[in-house]
């Protein structure tokens, strides 16, 4: 494995007290406590656009907070210089901006970027991370493809081994789903519910209540009007506050001993 | 589209000094084969011992003078703003991120052919016509800014529209100057237009420009291929966007406003350079920006040497012959590569 960045491993990764964010004049959350401890898995779900991107980009420290604290590894966000930021946490964005040819390999290895210096070009050590990352998405034979070539569900997996390759301790994970057929939506969320339980920590946006039931330990429930509510994901995952972020009714049922929610 | 890798994709799968450096090796007998036809060739012939001579030597010879008064002088110019035009272009394409945009898109050469036609029309010398040219394109580059970044949001299409918008506004000036303009004046001022490096005769700034540029570029090469993956992919990434991108847009139109101050509006080697690098060498801006610069002089070199020789005594514009060249070699390029 990389060297990750560990300011001290007993930390929480992810910390925020009376979370305020704000798009102009309103509220997404207000008076948000969270905390994500190494090892587990937090979805973020809501309507659309009940605030999950924004809520996302600000714990990653790529905007500032409305209100209140928040600490990464310890330390406040803003008091992290940015490339060593970049080596503890990082971000899946919603959307892959392609406008140039390139091949996947060099794509990835853009992830590599916080972990060399200036005048550092990209040595072995960062191809096997990157051919290792392209592995775990399943890309391996496509090293040398152009991504302009490459179709939305390749593409995605493309991103997500950048992501890998980037190796940060923190994983803010916009959408991992977006364009993956259902063997990869298991595929991905596997994956890093694995990295999550190896040590480190994964907060999601997903629109699947059931993915975030199966996958998630923790969830950020956003109602849409300023509210947010974050626990666990028993105390969270209830039909009523669903109901109501979602404004639609949902049915809670167990199959085999699996939590599901059903819309009506 | 098959799993085989073209030629092209293969070369780029792995950027890496080893493949830069042999770019170089390549691209340094082009560049003085460039020179070395553009000192040779012209009205008088001089052979390359003589210019040698003239170069390192004490000839003083009529030929010795020709080369290194009028012929050196205008190599190393066209050179220069062949460099900042390709190195400019692929700057803003990358601050665009748009594979169409090139040194002209955001307004500054119609800033600069505002101020160099309107010196043309007040019967200037052609030293003021060329500061008229910077402080035009300078003037058209603060607009432009001012405009975008008036509410902060400074975004790549709000650019991108603030300077075809202004761009626009100075070619109806353009045209309202070439309508009013007497026969004589409107003959230099289409020369101008279409670049035309006759006049070159000043390169040091230019030349200056290009080594310092470069060296402000390169450490930022890295960077710009993060970039490229998107404002907010970078940002994530360790990437001070807002100020890589302001930097991005000074340098590119400083570079902009040099070269056209000096040889006009050349077309087609700010947009066709960064292009044709691409498609042979990929898109890592470490290896494209550099080689960019190097083609990209050498590539108006050499037209401006074909400009002045093809049809002697009688001198082409040299912007027209780069375009009959760029063209038909990028369709070229790109039928060989589908796709892209």
């Given at each position: 494995m990389t060297t990750m960045t560990?300011?001290?491993?007993?930390?929480?990764l992810l910390q925020a007290g009376g979370l305020g964010v704000r798009i102009g004049e309103r509220w997404l959350c207000r008076d948000l406590d969270l905390q994500l401890q190494r090892g587990e898995c937090m979805a973020v779900i809501g309507a659309n656009g009940a605030g999950k991107t924004t809520l996302l980009h600000t714990l990653a420290g790529l905007r500032p907070a409305a209100a209140g604290q928040l600490a990464l590894g310890g330390r406040a966000v803003q008091d992290w210089p940015l490339r060593e930021l970049a080596r503890f946490r990082g971000l899946l964005a919603q959307q892959q901006p392609d406008h140039f040819a390139a091949s996947v390999l060099e794509t990835v290895l853009v992830g590599r970027h916080p972990h060399l210096g200036r005048w550092d070009w990209e040595g072995a050590e960062d191809e096997r991370l990157a051919r290792a990352a392209l592995a775990d998405v399943g890309l391996e034979a496509m090293a040398a493809r152009d991504i302009l070539s490459l179709s939305g569900g390749e593409r995605q997996r493309v991103a997500l081994a950048a992501l890998l390759a980037q190796a940060p301790a923190l994983f803010l994970l916009?959408?991992?789903?977006?364009?993956?057929?259902l063997r990869y939506q298991i595929a991905v969320l596997t994956l890093f519910r694995g990295l999550a339980e190896a040590g480190r920590g994964v907060v999601m946006v997903l629109h699947d209540i059931n993915l975030a039931a199966r996958f998630a330990d923790r969830i950020v429930l956003l109602d849409g009007h300023g509210g947010a509510r974050a626990g666990s994901r028993d105390e969270v995952l209830q039909p009523a506050l669903l109901a109501e972020a979602f404004g639609h009714p949902l049915r809670r049922a167990e199959v085999e001993g699996r939590v599901l929610f059903i819309p009506e | 589209m098959a799993a085989s890798p073209s030629i092209a994709v293969g070369h780029r799968l792995m950027p890496g000094r080893a493949r830069a450096g042999l770019v170089f090796a390549v691209l340094l007998p082009a560049v003085l084969a460039a020179f070395a036809w553009a000192l040779t060739a012209g009205d008088l012939s001089i052979p390359l011992a003589e210019v040698a001579n003239a170069l390192f030597g004490a000839g003083d010879d009529m030929a010795a003078r020709v080369v290194r008064e009028l012929r050196l002088p205008r190599a190393l110019a066209t050179f220069a703003c062949g460099g900042l035009l390709a190195l400019a272009g692929a700057l803003m394409q990358v601050l665009l991120r748009n594979?169409?945009?090139?040194?002209y898109v955001l307004g500054i050469s119609g800033g600069a052919a505002v101020g160099a036609l309107g010196a043309i029309t007040l019967g200037a010398a052609t030293f003021i016509v060329d500061a008229s040219a910077f402080a035009g394109a300078l003037a058209a580059m603060l607009l432009v800014f001012g405009l975008a970044h008036g509410d902060g949001s400074w975004t790549q299409t709000r650019l991108l529209l603030t300077g075809v918008i202004v761009a626009a506004g100075c070619g109806a000036v353009v045209t309202l100057m070439l309508a009013l303009a007497p026969a004589t004046q409107a003959q230099s001022m289409l020369f101008w237009l279409m670049g035309d490096a006759s006049s070159a005769n000043r390169p040091w700034p230019a030349l200056v420009l290009l080594a310092a540029g470069l060296l402000l570029v390169l450490p930022l090469a890295r960077d710009l291929n993060v970039l490229v993956r998107g404002e907010l992919a970078a940002q994530a990434l360790g990437v001070r966007v807002r100020r890589l991108r302001y930097a991005l847009y000074l340098l590119a139109s400083l570079f902009t406003a040099a070269a056209v101050s000096l040889?006009?509006?050349?077309?087609?080697v700010g947009l066709i350079v960064p292009h044709l690098v691409r498609l042979l060498l990929g898109n890592d801006q470490r290896v494209l920006l550099p080689v960019a610069a190097l083609a990209g002089g050498t590539l108006l070199l050499a037209a401006d040497t074909a400009a002045r020789t093809a049809m002697a005594p009688m001198q082409l514009p040299v912007g027209v012959l780069t375009a009959l060249i760029g063209v038909p070699v990028f369709l070229f390029l790109l039928a060989r590569h589908p796709g892209r």
């Open positions: 560990h300011p001290a491993a007993q930390d929480p916009d959408e991992p789903l977006n364009h993956l057929d | 594979p169409l945009a090139e040194p040889v006009g509006t050349v077309g087609f």
